[in-house]
């Protein structure tokens, strides 16, 4: 764990299983006071479908035998898996004076500049959050706001097996084409990306 200048602390794990770290964000934000420090949890997961509050169901094609989690934050039906950095904000809103469309930009924001170090072009996405290269996804974004607190995040793609994502319209696009940095030409590995997301969040939310 280290903390940045902003008193942001930073935790690092490694391959979690999905439904431990989701009990664990939610007792983290029931039992915050005022003055908890705000934190981001880096992290990976073994291999789940994670279906949002609003998730339809027909947007899972297919199951290949990966376990599907009816999870409690926004959007549709993602993947996550080993090779894939998680990057979950339990942040304190109100205190950031942050609205959810600041804070999704933000996030948004973060990835594009990190992607942009390796001179690889990336865009957010008004209508349908999330970082797109060339028109591919390359990391996706969910969140749950409770008592002006947020948890859950974002999920970036690294160096990772795809083919689950072909089970699935991704975030409830049919079609959507998804990507991952290894494929981008990007040889750093993920525990490098993981610093280099951390310093981004870090700096997007200091502004």
């Not at 084409?177 to 590995?189: A, F, K, N, P």
């Amino acid at each position: 764990m280290h903390r940045t200048t902003s008193g942001l602390e930073i935790r690092y794990a490694r391959v979690m299983d999905y439904l431990s770290i989701w009990q664990a964000m939610k007792a983290f934000t029931a039992g915050r006071t005022q003055n908890t420090p705000d934190e981001i949890w880096l992290l990976q997961h073994w291999p789940v479908y994670t279906q949002g509050v609003a998730g339809k169901p027909e947007h899972l094609l297919y199951n290949p035998g990966i376990p599907v989690v009816h999870t409690d934050r926004g959007g549709q039906i993602t993947y996550h898996g080993p090779g894939q950095i998680i990057a979950y904000l339990l942040l304190d809103m109100r205190r950031l004076k942050l609205g959810v469309r600041d804070l999704v930009r933000k996030m948004e924001g973060a990835v594009v500049d990190l992607l942009g170090e390796y001179r690889v072009d990336a865009c957010g996405n008004e209508d349908a959050p999330g970082v797109y290269v060339g028109g591919a996804k390359i990391a996706a974004l969910g969140l749950k706001i409770k008592n002006g607190c947020c948890y859950h995040g974002l999920a970036l793609n690294v160096s990772m097996d795809l083919t689950p994502f072909m089970a699935i319209n991704p975030c409830g696009y049919a079609g959507l084409r998804v990507t991952q940095t290894s494929d981008l030409g990007i040889t750093d590995e993920l525990e490098a990306l993981q610093g280099k997301l951390a310093e981004k969040l870090s700096s997007r939310l200091e502004q």
